[in-house]
């Protein structure tokens, strides 16, 4: 996703230090760490215990899953280039990077990586951790033209469309759901488009890296373990997440209003997860060393009043970078 002020009204780049962090978000960080572990132990409505995954918050829409031995990751963006975008000056001809040592340092061993949709800010790490790892990576077409020129092997990448749920064994199933991107004022994006065939040249810029339709995921990790859905864009089709009935829905924070009722059309679809994990609503152009910086943009507190107005008995955590959650969105211990 890419923040609704993208082609619009400019941010202040903010320094990524705990201390700059806004006190608005501090409080809402520490009401959702209060309220999480008062929280009961199982997964909603089924009994499940809460069993052996760990998550880990990999910033903008990412996330790090782990199974026991087995690591599954989602939209996967580490290296957090600057282009402009939180200081008013966004230059969509900013050059493609990948930091290795710093991709590496986060993402462990991973066997699967699902990518949502292709804007840098999701796809821009998955070729160096899928040529380095050998990582199955599972996304839509276009992700698969794009990885392909960019030097990934084909076989490594499974496409999909939505509706699909792939078995992985050992309990962990990924169910693959149709979804839409989000859109801003103007109800327009960045970079749309879809590809059918590998672009002529390999993307050197942002701009070379289409949106390329969106999916969302429903991940069960382990066995009997809570199912979570994921989100890389606040916008959703209705009728395709009715429903999943996920334990934990980690939802994109929207930029604006152009998506109808979002929050309350969004839960009432999922039918009222037991957790609520707001992400994208950081500077993903801030290291992910401090802590989260919010991105000027993203109304926080009115996301928060809105999921405690639609769904009172939801558990809201919000989330930070270095703490590594239980099954149930616990904080786990810190991050090794």
């Not at 960080?29 to 995954?53: F, H, Q, V």
């Not at 969302?216 to 959703?236: E, I, R």
């Not at 786990?332 to 090794?336: D, E, K």
């Given at each position: 996703?890419?923040?609704?002020?993208?082609?619009?009204?400019?941010?202040?780049?903010?320094?990524?230090?705990?201390?700059?962090?806004?006190?608005?978000?501090?409080?809402?960080?520490?009401?959702?760490?209060?309220?999480?572990?008062?929280?009961?132990?199982?997964?909603?409505?089924?009994?499940?215990?809460?069993?052996?995954?760990?998550?880990?918050?990999?910033?903008?829409?990412?996330?790090?899953i782990d199974v026991g031995d087995r690591t599954v990751l989602f939209d996967p963006y580490l290296t957090r280039f600057p282009t402009g975008l939180f200081?008013?000056?966004?230059?969509?001809?900013?050059?493609?990077?990948?930091?290795?040592?710093?991709?590496?340092?986060?993402?462990?061993?991973?066997?699967?990586?699902?990518?949502?949709?292709?804007?840098?800010?999701?796809?821009?790490?998955?070729?160096?951790?899928?040529?380095?790892?050998?990582?199955?990576?599972?996304?839509?077409?276009?992700?698969?033209?794009?990885?392909?020129?960019?030097?990934?092997?084909?076989?490594?990448?499974?496409?999909?469309?939505?509706?699909?749920?792939?078995?992985?064994?050992?309990?962990?199933?990924?169910?693959?759901?149709?979804?839409?991107?989000?859109?801003?004022?103007?109800?327009?994006?960045?970079?749309?488009?879809?590809?059918?065939?590998?672009?002529?040249?390999?993307?050197?810029?942002?701009?070379?890296?289409?949106?390329?339709?969106?999916?969302?995921?429903?991940?069960?990790?382990?066995?009997?373990?809570?199912?979570?859905?994921?989100?890389?864009?606040?916008?959703?089709?209705?009728?395709?997440?009715?429903?999943?009935?996920?334990?934990?829905?980690?939802?994109?924070?929207?930029?604006?209003?152009?998506?109808?009722?979002?929050?309350?059309?969004?839960?009432?679809?999922?039918?009222s997860p037991g957790v609520v994990v707001p992400v994208h609503w950081d500077n993903f152009e801030v290291p992910l060393s401090g802590s989260p910086v919010?991105?000027?943009?993203?109304?926080?507190?009115?996301?928060?009043?809105?999921?405690?107005?639609v769904s009172p008995a939801t558990r809201v955590v919000v989330p930070d970078y270095r703490t590594v959650y239980d099954a149930a969105m616990r904080p786990?211990?810190?991050?090794?």
């Open positions: 996703m890419l923040r609704g002020a993208a082609l619009g009204a400019a941010s202040p780049l903010i320094p990524a230090t705990a201390a700059t962090a806004t006190a608005a978000t501090a409080t809402a960080t520490a009401t959702a760490t209060a309220t999480a572990t008062a929280a009961p132990a199982t997964a909603r409505g089924s009994g499940r215990a809460a069993g052996s995954a760990s998550w880990r918050w990999l910033g903008t829409a990412g996330w790090r200081d008013g000056a966004f230059d969509p001809g900013t050059r493609l990077r990948t930091r290795p040592e710093v991709v590496d340092a986060h993402i462990g061993r991973p066997e699967l990586v699902l990518v949502s949709h292709s804007h840098w800010d999701h796809l821009g790490d998955v070729p160096h951790i899928a040529r380095t790892t050998g990582a199955r990576v599972v996304g839509t077409e276009t992700t698969y033209h794009l990885l392909v020129s960019l030097g990934v092997d084909p076989g490594q990448i499974s496409v999909v469309k939505g509706g699909e749920v792939l078995d992985l064994g050992g309990g962990i199933t990924v169910e693959v759901v149709p979804s839409l991107h989000s859109r801003n004022k103007k109800c327009a994006y960045f970079a749309p488009g879809t590809l059918n065939a590998p672009p002529v040249t390999a993307p050197e810029t942002i701009s070379d890296l289409p949106e390329g339709d969106t999916l969302a995921f429903q991940v069960t990790a382990g066995d009997g373990g809570p199912a979570a859905f994921l989100m890389g864009a606040s916008d959703f089709s209705e009728r395709a997440v009715r429903g999943l009935r996920p334990d934990l829905a980690m939802i994109a924070v929207p930029a604006g209003t152009a998506t109808h009722r979002y929050v309350p059309r969004l839960l009432r679809a999922l039918d919010r991105d000027p943009s993203m109304d926080l507190e009115a996301f928060l009043t809105q999921v405690e107005k786990g211990g810190s991050r090794r």
